[in-house]
C-alpha cells in the first residue's frame, strides 16, 4: 500500500526525471540551433548552460522564487501568530522550523518553497493573515507544511527555474525565425535533414507547451494530498475548508501573479472567476484543482 514514505520516494524519483528531460530537451535544441546555424560551438553552449541551470535550480531555484514573489523575511515581534502557529504544527510534524517570509499583497495566498526539510521557506502574503483567524491559518500552515513533509517542494521548486527557462529559450528562437538567419537553411543538407529541420522547428514553437504540461503533470493532485496531509495534522479539516472558502472570495490576482511560480501557491494567484462553473478543459489546463473539489474532500464524510 502507497504511504507517506512513497510519495516522498516519488517526489525524488519526479524531480531527477524532470531534470533529465530538460537536460535531452536543451541538448536537442542545442543541437538544432547548432545545425540550423551552421555553428557547433552553440552546442557546447547549451550543454554547458544545461549543466548550469540543473545545479542552480536545485541549489538557488527557492531564492529565485523568493525574489520573483516579492517576498521580505518575517520578523517575530511583527507576525507573532503566523510564528507560533508554524512552531506548533513544525513540532507536531516532526519537521525543522521554515524561514517565513511575508508578501506584501492584500491577494489571500501562501506557498512553500526549498530543497528539502532543512532549507524549507514559507511565505504567507498579508491579505492571507488580515482575514483568516488563528484555526483558519493554522489549516493553511498545516497544508504547506505537509508540502514540506511530502517533498513536493524540492520537484515544484526546480520545475520554477527549468520550466522558465525552456520558455524563454523557445520565445528567442522564435523571435529570431522573423528576422532570419540559418545558414544551414540554403545549403540542402537531404531528406532526413529537411525532416530534422522541422522537428526542431516544432519542438522548439511547442516546447513551452511541453513545460506547461510538464508544470502541471505535478500540481493538481499534490494539492488534494496536501489538503489530506494538513487535515490530517490539526485534527481540523474545516480549518483549512474555511479559509480555502475565504481565499477564493477574493476575486482579484496577485500584484506580482506569474505562471511560472503559479503552482507553488495553495491558491491560484490569478484569483477565481465569481460564477463557480468550471469546465472540464479548464481543469486539465489548470495549476489547482477547484476550490469546491477541495473543500468537498475535507468535508465530504461530514456533509
Same mark, same amino acid.
Given at each position: 500500500?502507497?504511504?507517506?514514505y ?6 525524488v524519483?519526479?524531480?531527477w +526525471? ?5 537536460f %535531452? ?10 545545425q540550423?546555424y551552421?555553428n557547433p560551438?552553440i552546442l557546447?553552449g ?24 516579492? %517576498? ?12 507560533t502557529?508554524t512552531?506548533?504544527?513544525?513540532? %507536531? ?8 517570509y ?12 526549498g ?15 488580515q ?8 489549516g493553511?500552515?498545516a497544508?504547506e ?8 517542494i524540492?520537484?515544484s ?6 520550466v ?12 529570431s ?9 540554403e545549403?540542402?543538407?537531404g531528406?532526413?535533414?529537411a525532416i530534422?529541420?522541422?522537428?526542431g ?6 516546447s513551452? +507547451?511541453i513545460?506547461?504540461l ?9 494539492e ?22 475565504? +481565499? ?16 507553488l501557491f495553495?491558491?491560484n494567484?490569478f484569483?477565481?472567476k %465569481?460564477?463557480?462553473?468550471v ?13 469546491a ?5 475535507l ?5
Amino acid at each position: 500500500m502507497p504511504s507517506l514514505y512513497t510519495h516522498q520516494s516519488q517526489n525524488v524519483a519526479k524531480t531527477w +526525471i524532470l531534470m533529465a528531460v530538460f537536460f %535531452a530537451i536543451i541538448i536537442f535544441l542545442g543541437w538544432f540551433l547548432s545545425q540550423y546555424y551552421g555553428n557547433p560551438a552553440i552546442l557546447y553552449g547549451f550543454f554547458i548552460f544545461s549543466v548550469l541551470m540543473n545545479i542552480a535550480s536545485y541549489w538557488w531555484s527557492d531564492k529565485i522564487v523568493l525574489k520573483m514573489s516579492g %517576498a521580505k523575511p518575517a520578523r517575530r515581534e511583527e507576525f507573532f501568530d503566523l510564528y507560533t502557529v508554524t512552531e506548533n504544527l513544525s513540532i %507536531a510534524a516532526g519537521l525543522p522550523m521554515p524561514k517565513l517570509y511575508v508578501i506584501q499583497d492584500p491577494a489571500p495566498n501562501a506557498f512553500a518553497t526549498g530543497r528539502n526539510k532543512e532549507h524549507a521557506v514559507v511565505a504567507a502574503t498579508t491579505g492571507l493573515l488580515q482575514i483568516l483567524d488563528r484555526s483558519e491559518l493554522e489549516g493553511v500552515i498545516a497544508h504547506e507544511l505537509s508540502h514540506i513533509g511530502n517533498r513536493d517542494i524540492l520537484i515544484s521548486t526546480v520545475v520554477v527555474v527549468l520550466v522558465g527557462f525552456i520558455t524563454l529559450l523557445a520565445d528567442f528562437f522564435t523571435r529570431s525565425l522573423w528576422f532570419g538567419g540559418g545558414g544551414r537553411r540554403e545549403r540542402g543538407g537531404g531528406q532526413l535533414g529537411a525532416i530534422l529541420m522541422i522537428v526542431g522547428i516544432v519542438l522548439t514553437i511547442l516546447s513551452p +507547451i511541453i513545460a506547461t504540461l510538464m508544470q502541471l503533470a505535478i500540481s493538481r493532485k499534490r494539492e488534494f494530498l496536501a489538503d489530506a496531509s494538513g487535515a490530517l495534522l490539526t485534527r481540523y479539516p474545516e480549518g483549512l475548508a474555511s479559509a480555502l472558502q475565504k +481565499i477564493a472570495q477574493y476575486s482579484r490576482p496577485m500584484m506580482k501573479a506569474n505562471h511560472a511560480t503559479a503552482h507553488l501557491f495553495i491558491a491560484n494567484p490569478f484569483g477565481h472567476k %465569481a460564477n463557480g462553473g468550471v469546465s472540464f478543459f479548464t481543469k486539465i489546463f489548470s495549476t489547482h484543482p477547484p476550490v469546491a473539489e477541495r473543500v468537498k474532500a475535507l468535508l465530504g464524510e461530514k456533509q
